[in-house]
């Protein structure tokens, strides 16, 4: 029998939700991605081939019994046949794509497809053309395969105006939603993306809450959660550098690193991260979850601060 190279020891923590870059590779470039930062295992050179990786996260699987995992990059579809293998791997999971080679059919699986507002803002941030390939991969694909699309647009500082124009735009394409999320920045970012002071993203969570009560099965996004994301009380969800994150050390972080051996970074957003102004949907939904969690335990003491207006 063919032997594989042993998966790193991360311990002996169970982890119930990991990510995996199934390459660093990607074809696209795009003005806000945090795969390519400094401080990243990131490098196009380290690969690890098909088998060594179905083997490694078979064991990683087991061994920390990882119930949901994302299947990302770089583009995880420029290995397509690798995505299909994972995918099979693991009873839930959801593919992370570009969009740009086709979607993939997975009956019973989430796909998300990234797009950043309309074609006229899309294309600038992720590349000429790329807009219309996505959509007509969107409707290419057979609705009635059981695979779940998902659209997802992360809002910066640069294209939080195109939020409504895109909505309207993607509303009736047959997908099952849109997800919202905001950037996520590094400790120095003082770029056009980032939001110096948070108090200026709360406007646009206060139109995403809006949009969600008109399109409430459309927008993928949960009042409670946005509500924790508002300025005067995110740092409860997150700490200055993770301490509160319900992420940390709870996510097991596949990246590639040197000479393809996986490597768990701090966040799932690579290794340098500026807490203080995270904008990633998920962090804040598990702290809500947690809280939620916690309201219906008798035992434990109500949080203080939650807002949970419906
Ligand atoms: C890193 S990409 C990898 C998968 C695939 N290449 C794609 O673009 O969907 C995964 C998701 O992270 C988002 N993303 C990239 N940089 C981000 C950042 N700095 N903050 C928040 N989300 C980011 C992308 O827009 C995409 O939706
Ligand atoms: S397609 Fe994904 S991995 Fe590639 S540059 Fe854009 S966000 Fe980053
Ligand atoms: S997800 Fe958690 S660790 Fe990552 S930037 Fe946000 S708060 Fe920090």
């Not at 990131?42 to 087991?62: I, V």
């Not at 999971?93 to 950043?116: A, F, H, I, M, R």
Request: proline residues 5%.
């Amino acid at each position: 029998m063919q032997q594989y190279r042993e998966p790193p020891d991360f311990g002996d923590k169970t982890f119930r939700v990991a990510l995996v870059n199934i390459t660093n590779a990607c074809n696209l470039k795009c003005t806000h991605c945090f795969i390519y930062r400094d401080g990243n295992p990131n490098s196009t050179r380290d690969k690890m081939d098909d088998d060594t990786m179905l083997y490694q996260l078979k064991k990683l699987k087991e061994k920390h019994g990882i119930e949901f995992i994302y299947l990302m990059g770089g583009e995880p579809m420029i290995r397509e046949k690798l995505v299909m293998k994972a995918a099979a791997i693991f009873d839930s999971c959801q593919v992370v794509t570009n969009g740009t080679y086709g979607l993939p059919e997975l009956p019973g699986k989430l796909v998300t497809v990234s797009l950043d507002g309309p074609k006229e803002m899309n294309d600038p941030i992720r590349g000429d053309g790329v807009f219309d390939k996505v959509k007509e991969a969107v409707f290419a694909r057979d609705p009635h395969d059981g695979t779940e699309i998902i659209v997802q647009m992360v809002l910066t500082a640069e294209n939080q105006h195109g939020l409504e124009a895109f909505i309207e735009e993607v509303k009736d394409w047959p997908i099952s939603g849109v997800a919202l999320t905001f950037y996520v920045p590094t400790k120095d970012d003082d770029s056009y993306l980032a939001w110096e002071d948070l108090r200026n993203r709360d406007e646009v969570l206060h139109r995403v809450i809006t949009l969600k009560q008109k399109y409430p099965d459309l927008i993928k996004a949960n009042r409670g959660t946005l509500e924790l994301m508002m300025s005067d009380v995110a740092i409860e969800s997150t700490g200055e550098n993770g301490e509160k994150c319900p992420l940390v050390g709870n996510t097991l972080n596949l990246y590639m690193g040197d000479g393809g051996e996986f490597e768990n970074t701090f966040c799932c957003y690579g290794n340098d991260v500026d807490c203080g102004r995270c904008g990633t949907y998920l962090a804040f939904n598990a702290a809500y979850k947690q809280r939620c969690g916690e309201q219906k335990s008798p035992s434990k003491e109500k949080p203080k601060r939650l807002r949970i207006v419906g």
